[in-house]
């Protein structure tokens, strides 16, 4: 008889956001008049809503009319990604901001919530106390990185909060203006994000090198999602980890086209893993994480196709630069309409400055999936619960500023009648 991974069987009931789908499908079929006259407004998943740059429709649209001629026909790509691609991205992410990464240390996906997950496919697992990886994560958190650990073995259950024994939570809050601190002890693989996502907060480049000296001295790797990195408004916040001096040493970095180009359904992203960055084998000897990286990706991925890396390269043509700044700009004015709508309610808001999201503490002593509920039954807006994204996140509540302008002015009315 088959048998399952029964780590899955330690997973919650449901993945955060298709849970948030199920609750909204529910209350509208529910209330389904109600909902005519005032539609659900959703400002919960972080999903993008313009369209596609021109710039990149229009280079997308040649490489399909390339795919109707035998001469440009292309099968089988590279898995890594096409040179051509590697090469813009390594010029305008990486050179441009004096940071040292070469092409072929780029590795062109279909997302980087995939890589994040897939990275610990050359990880060994099964958790500190049984040989594997001590993992940290920040709590609150992007629901992705603590399920893949529980996905391979690397925890133990959960408690009551949500919580897994065996994951070393970095707790990041208000009080240490959500920067996580570094662990008390030694642990194995860090996971970073900045812009963070759901609080929304950017880690200077001072707190970042601690992050990198930590890492140096307890031979630890650093997994750092700058999915978000677009967003960033401040000039002397870093871009990248690689910003920081030995960061290649010690980092693998996720980036992704579906936030600040609009490829959530178009899927493109890629990972950095420089050829210094190593970990220890069974034997104790060093081993280069570019190569394993390489032969999984060569084993499992068969590549992103020719039309998406297509309109991936023309991001970074000079019209595609121009658009996009104009995209995250329309994205990043629905941010300020939500930050000064719950700012002027008096709550208590964070975020929405170098991110796409705000992170707002519950009013009158609402639990997260309380303030849920009412935003949901009294003004039909979707946001997401902060303690979805770990037990430090209750008591909070994200809320997107992907939508339309309509859609974000709107919700914001509904709110701010609601709850003055």
């Not at 298709?18 to 079929?29: D, H, N, T």
């Not at 958190?141 to 650990?149: F, G, K, L, S």
């Not at 001295?217 to 990248?240: G, K, M, V």
Request: negative net charge; charged residues 20%.
């Amino acid at each position: 008889m088959a048998r399952i991974n029964d780590h899955y069987l330690k997973l919650k009931a449901g993945y955060l956001f298709p849970e948030i789908g199920r609750r909204v499908s529910a209350f509208g079929e529910a209330n389904a008049s109600a909902c005519k006259d005032k539609p659900i407004i959703k400002l919960g998943i972080g999903d993008v809503t313009e369209p596609l740059p021109e710039a990149i429709r229009i280079a997308m649209h040649k490489a399909v009319d390339d795919m109707g001629n035998r001469d440009s026909f292309h099968g089988y790509g590279p898995e890594q990604g096409y040179a051509w691609l590697r090469e813009a991205i390594v010029e305008n992410d990486y050179r441009s901001r004096g940071c040292d990464i070469a092409a072929d240390e780029v590795f062109v996906s279909d997302g980087s919530k995939c890589d994040s997950g897939n990275f610990l496919d050359i990880l060994a697992a099964g958790g500190g106390s049984s040989g594997g990886n001590t993992i940290a994560v920040c709590d609150p958190v992007y629901p992705v990185y603590v399920d893949t650990n529980v996905m391979v073995g690397n925890t133990g259950g959960a408690n009551d909060a949500g919580e897994y024994a065996g994951l070393v939570y970095l707790p990041v809050t208000a009080e240490n203006n959500f920067t996580p601190p570094l662990p008390e002890g030694k642990v194995d693989v860090i996971y970073l994000c900045s812009p963070n996502n759901p609080t929304g907060a950017v880690m200077t480049k001072a707190d970042l090198a601690k992050w990198v000296e930590y890492a140096k001295a307890n031979d630890a790797l650093i997994l750092y999602d700058a999915a978000y990195h677009a967003f960033i408004t401040e000039n002397d916040l870093p871009r990248s980890i690689y910003e920081i001096e030995g960061a290649r040493d010690v980092a693998v970095e996720f980036r992704s086209f579906s936030k600040n180009a609009g490829f959530t359904g178009t899927r493109c992203a890629f990972t950095v893993v420089p050829k210094s960055v190593t970990a220890k084998s069974a034997d104790g000897s060093d081993v280069d994480l570019h190569r394993l990286w390489n032969r999984r990706q060569s084993t499992k991925f068969n590549g992103v196709s020719y039309i998406v890396q297509r309109g991936a390269e023309a991001a970074y043509s000079e019209e595609g630069k121009r658009q996009i700044a104009d995209l995250i700009a329309f994205y990043m004015a629905n941010a300020r309409i939500v930050l000064d709508t719950v700012a002027g309610l008096g709550m208590q808001a964070f975020g929405g400055v170098n991110a796409p999201y705000i992170w707002l503490k519950t009013p009158d002593g609402l639990d997260s999936w309380g303030f849920f509920d009412k935003l949901l039954g009294e003004c039909h807006v979707v946001g997401t619960p902060g303690s979805g994204f770990g037990a430090a996140g209750e008591g909070y509540f994200r809320i997107s500023a992907f939508n339309s302008r309509e859609n974000v002015e709107e919700a914001m009315g509904r709110v701010k009648a609601s709850l003055k």
